[in-house]
């Protein structure tokens, strides 16, 4: 047990979250690869070790053992290599939850080949954008006939891009990906010399899911998925040879978190189920009852939607943890879930640029505590600081920084933006990575999300957080989820309001309304209720699923300009 955590971990068990947080390491080899050194590494160890269960709407079903992973990547590896693909090239895949994502992934990992996820709602103008701002050499797609018309239509304007790859049957103008299982060796000799790869050269790219302005290239280094042994093994609490489930598309740096980097190392199985179209809680969660998933982790919207159903209809004795991130998490979520399945959530918070920052680590630790995002990594030094940059005590908020990143980088933090160095300078440069997220932590530690800069709202000379008005109003029945912003207002400057989608047997009334806002000023400060209320079918999210709240802002920005 614990074969490979052993090689990168001085220590394993802690017995306390103060023993974590002062002790915990990590040592990166130098020319640490994630296909070689972990891959590989369990399909020599243990040949039959299962790495991934895979299964899709259809019900078909396909289940790797590392030593298959290691070989079909081996296989794709030569593929591209025969092709001309070289170590600093840079490809772009378009898989959804396809099994072929973790084979293709390890394959460019072995060669050095700079990958970039994305996901398959990306129209032309997104695929033109990301494939000229990294020099995009070749793009794996799925068979998807909306991802193939959007990647054609794209193609002719990036320059850089040479080979287009298809999962799935062959198309004219597109190389089929599978041909390299049929004609390829399944050896493949780890690369030497200027091929060879070294713990800061980069890995992989994430297109940030950002609110505003055009996605980022964050750059990670092949010490990335180290990173994510706190968040597989303390914070979603994986098992060895166990399946563990974390819902998201490959195009999000959530996959990173969840499906492929600190859950291998951890030698937990991927259970991958291959979900089209539009989120169905049924389906889901039969298949966790069906698969037996030991570790579950899904974003707070998924919850909330399962929620709606008969949770007794299922068997969760199978499961052991349960996690979430990806926006904040409502009290009353969290109490829901655990009354009716018998589990505690554990929250996460992090983005795109890392891996998990803050969380509720376990019961056997600390508890947690209603409203908290947790307690920091041990492998970040941590701090929140006001507007002058001075470091926040107790009970202020602050900005959530990482100190000192350009001397001492932390493993698994982002090290830039690709090709742009002046934005890496200006981000990393200083005294720390400021995230823009405004939190305030309490006399015992634990931390607690306001929102982003950007998103809290100032009323009156008040400053008031979304997400203390969004838990409130998701604690009554008739809120399935909502998002809190603030609207312009000739008098307060700004004032609160509340778009919600409503749950199963609910319809939008004023008499609706009037309660909401009564419910509100029951579970928070009177002042903070919402003096608007739109009710909508569904909200709008970015790609990576975060809430667009700074659309609805501008929405709003601009319908109030309109009336001057």
Request: with cysteine.
């Amino acid at each position: 047990m614990d074969y490979l955590l052993k090689k990168f971990l001085p220590q394993i068990e802690f017995k306390s979250y103060e023993e974590f947080r002062e002790k915990l390491s990590i040592n990166v080899p130098e020319d640490f690869n994630f296909g070689y050194d972990v891959v590989d590494a369990w399909a020599k160890e243990e040949p039959d070790k299962k790495a991934l269960v895979w299964v899709n709407e259809e019900d078909e079903e396909h289940i790797f053992t590392f030593t298959e992973i290691m070989k079909k990547s081996n296989q794709v590896a030569n593929y591209l290599k025969g092709l001309g693909f070289r170590k600093g090239d840079v490809v772009m895949m378009i898989l959804r939850r396809r099994w072929e994502y973790w084979i293709c992934a390890t394959a460019l990992h072995k060669l050095g080949v700079i990958l970039i996820p994305a996901t398959l709602q990306l129209t032309k103008k997104d695929i033109v954008y990301r494939g000229n701002a990294a020099e995009v050499k070749g793009m794996i797609c799925v068979d998807d006939d909306f991802v193939v018309q959007q990647t054609e239509l794209a193609a002719p304007e990036i320059p850089s891009l040479k080979y287009k790859f298809l999962v799935g049957e062959k198309r004219e103008g597109w190389e089929r990906l599978h041909d390299a299982f049929d004609t390829c060796s399944d050896v493949f000799e780890r690369p030497t010399g200027e091929e060879a790869t070294r713990w800061n050269d980069i890995m992989l790219v994430y297109f940030t899911s950002g609110t505003t302005g055009m996605p980022k290239l964050v750059q990670h280094n092949f010490a990335y998925p180290l990173g994510h042994i706190v968040t597989a093994k303390y914070w979603q609490h994986v098992e060895e040879n166990r399946l563990h489930m974390s819902v998201s598309d490959s195009g999000w740096a959530k996959f990173g978190w969840g499906k492929i980097y600190g859950q291998w190392i951890c030698g937990a199985v991927i259970f991958a189920y291959d979900m089209v179209g539009k989120f169905n809680p049924k389906n889901l969660l039969s298949h966790v009852e069906k698969y037996k998933v030991t570790t579950f982790c899904a974003p707070p919207t998924m919850y909330r939607f399962m929620l709606q159903e008969d949770l007794s209809q299922y068997d969760f004795s199978a499961l052991h943890h349960c996690a979430t991130a990806g926006e904040p998490l409502n009290p009353e979520v969290v109490k829901r879930w655990k009354e009716l399945t018998g589990h505690q959530i554990y929250e996460g918070f992090g983005q795109s640029e890392g891996p998990v920052l803050i969380a509720n680590f376990g019961s056997e630790w600390f508890e947690p505590i209603e409203g908290s995002t947790g307690k920091p990594n041990p492998l970040f030094d941590i701090q929140l600081l006001d507007a002058d940059g001075n470091i926040c005590e107790d009970g202020e908020e602050g900005s959530l920084t990482m100190m000192d990143v350009k001397h001492h980088p932390p493993v698994g933090l982002f090290t830039g933006y690709y090709k742009n160095p002046e934005a890496t300078e200006e981000k990393l440069g200083g005294i720390g990575y400021n995230t823009g997220d405004v939190l305030w932590r309490d006399s015992n530690g634990y931390y607690r999300f306001v929102g982003r800069n950007d998103d809290v709202i100032k009323c009156s000379g008040y400053r008031i957080g979304p997400f203390e008005v969004e838990s409130a109003l998701i604690a009554h029945d008739a809120v399935v989820e909502c998002a809190i912003t603030g609207a312009p207002d000739p008098v307060r400057g700004q004032v609160v309001k509340a778009t919600i989608v409503l749950a199963k047997g609910y319809t939008p009334s004023p008499e609706l309304t009037k309660e909401l806002q009564q419910h509100v000023k029951k579970l928070t400060a009177p002042y903070k209720y919402p003096r608007i209320v739109e009710y909508v079918d569904e909200l709008p999210k970015t790609v990576g699923g975060k809430i667009k709240r700074a659309l609805i802002r501008k929405t709003d920005e601009d319908s109030y300009k309109g009336t001057l």
